[in-house]
């Protein structure tokens, strides 16, 4: 990126080299972008006992003062992701935004607030059904279903055939979804039962908006990212620089898209450290 030694961090493409160039150029115009579970927090088989890379933090507070701004976008509730991340009171978050619910919920460090809707009545509905949807296919025992506020999530990771409980389940998981004008967002060994209209794509573009940036930088490592990555190839095909990161290869998609494929989220972490080393320079 700057130097002879920085050629893990350089993209593969001319598009990915042209936004990394324009972040290190204008830092205080770009906006730096990441999702949480897979990309700064390793996949454990509990989400609830998934937490922040141990540099995670460390990395986004040397970063974050010196770029437009920095904003964790995930599925998750945002409270839930600003306690795992460890992200609350940190010198150098003080500007940090975590959109949780693919948008549908905000959290602003300076405010230590969080600001969303009204649940959708179809998320109650689906919570009350599942038991049984569950139970007639003899998958209650083998998934772990995941309380999410405004969605609710079904893992298959701890079945003893997790890539065939999953598929069992995406046909009669979609059509309890919308029964209650929900939808099915897919993941690594997880089907998210959730409202419409909101995905990490529109979180992104808003928000790009919103802070007036000249260039964006997305990491992602799941399904759920692949609208942040439409996003930027969007605002790119307008005129703004961006790069696209991919925590890893599991996602053939994203990987095949991306401009940089790092290892896991320590490969992440890294890249922060280093990006946030470069334009501070």
């Avoid at 976008?73 to 940090?96: D, K, S």
């Avoid at 599942?130 to 969605?151: F, I, Q």
């Avoid at 209209?197 to 808003?206: H, Q």
């Avoid at 996602?251 to 946030?276: F, K, M, N, Q, Y």
């Amino acid at each position: 990126m700057v130097s002879h030694q920085d050629d893990l961090w350089t993209p593969t493409t001319t598009a990915g080299r042209d936004g990394l160039a324009a972040i290190v150029a204008r830092p205080g115009r770009s906006v730096i972008a990441v999702d949480f579970d897979g990309t700064l927090a390793p996949i454990v088989a509990d989400p609830e006992q998934a937490r922040a890379h141990p540099d995670a933090v460390p990395a986004l507070a040397a970063l974050a003062p010196r770029v437009a701004s920095v904003a964790v976008i995930t599925g998750r509730p945002a409270g839930v992701a600003v306690r795992n991340g460890a992200f609350e009171g940190v010198p150098g978050l003080e500007h940090l935004v975590v959109l949780g619910h693919y948008g549908a919920e905000r959290w602003d460090a300076a405010t230590g607030t969080v600001r969303a809707p009204a649940p959708h009545p179809g998320v109650a509905a689906v919570r009350s059904e599942l038991p049984g949807v569950l139970g007639e296919l003899g998958l209650w025992h083998d998934t772990y279903v995941e309380e999410k506020g405004r969605a609710v999530a079904v893992h298959t990771r701890r079945a003893n055939d997790p890539q065939g409980a999953f598929e069992t389940l995406r046909a009669p998981l979609t059509a309890l979804a919308a029964r209650h004008g929900l939808v099915v967002e897919p993941g690594r060994m997880v089907l998210e039962l959730r409202p419409p209209g909101v995905d990490k794509g529109v979180a992104l573009t808003e928000y790009v908006r919103e802070a007036g940036a000249e260039s964006v930088l997305y990491a992602g490592d799941d399904l759920g990212d692949l609208p942040a990555f439409a996003a930027v190839e969007k605002l790119r095909s307008e005129g703004m620089p961006g790069v696209l990161v991919a925590a890893d290869t599991v996602i053939s998609e994203l990987a095949e898209r991306a401009d940089l494929v790092l290892d896991g989220p320590a490969g992440v972490v890294a890249l922060l450290t280093h990006l946030g080393r470069a334009v501070g320079a």
